[in-house]
């Protein structure tokens, strides 16, 4: 009998080991969700990079790169970083603080244009449609003068939690900038043709042109905070 019990053990059907897998049921459920998670974030963080690259909502790493970032709006992209630049400590990346500063520079070169234009009417020799160009200019600056004046003290009276009072102060604002931009190319204007004297229509011109310049780039970033307003008071929850 012993024989044949030792017979039946050895011909009992040998199992395989056990993988380590079938040895501990949970190892490969855990391993699943361990690679689902990260595929996850994998996918989250391609979602966070496409999302910021395409709305541009990146902050610059600096002023002066957020300078730089926000005259590529301007006309006079170059004009707009060289004049703004020196203000980077005081703009740090504040729109607002951008557009004060971009106006603060527009006066105090209409300031010294209406100046420098002033002295040319005390030329000698200046007379006829001549003289008379130059005196308007000087009257055409005065209005700049006063235009940009009064919107840099009407930007400073913006509250900026009534979205009403904003837009109101903001459009009495973008009004006189652009008046301000047309007198300064009007009085541009009035040195064309060939009556002009050489000497007197490049001095005046040149001085004039750089005005325009940096109030016509003062007037597109104000244009930009406006809209960046906007955009933010209709996705307030």
Not at 126 to 153: F, M, P, T
Request: aromatic share 6%; net charge positive; proline share 3%.
């Amino acid at each position: 009998m012993r024989d044949v019990r030792l017979y039946k053990q050895s011909n009992r059907p040998s199992l395989p080991p056990l993988t380590q897998s079938q040895s501990n049921p949970f190892s490969s459920s855990v391993k699943t969700r361990t690679i689902m998670a990260q595929v996850s974030l994998s996918l989250l963080l391609v979602s966070i990079i496409v999302y910021a690259a395409g709305t541009g909502r990146v902050e610059s790493s600096s002023p002066t790169d957020f300078i730089k970032a926000s005259c590529g709006v301007t006309r006079y992209p170059a004009v707009c970083v060289e004049s703004l630049s020196v203000y980077a400590n005081a703009i740090q990346q504040s729109p607002r603080q951008l557009a004060q500063a971009a106006l603060q520079v527009s006066l105090g070169r209409a300031r010294s244009a209406t100046a420098f234009v002033s002295k040319m009417t005390r030329l000698r020799g200046l007379k006829g449609r001549q003289y008379q160009a130059v005196k308007d200019c000087v009257d055409n600056l005065g209005d700049s003068v006063d235009r940009i004046s009064r919107s840099i003290h009407e930007l400073g009276q913006i509250n900026r939690g009534a979205s009403q009072d904003f837009m109101w102060h903001m459009s009495n604002v973008q009004t006189w900038v652009s008046a301000a931009l047309t007198d300064e190319n009007t009085c541009m204007d009035g040195f064309a043709g060939h009556g002009m004297d050489g000497h007197v229509k490049t001095a005046i011109r040149g001085k004039i042109l750089n005005v325009a310049q940096v109030t016509s780039n003062a007037l597109a970033l104000l244009n930009r905070f406006a809209s960046g307003h906007q955009a933010a008071a209709v996705h307030k929850p």
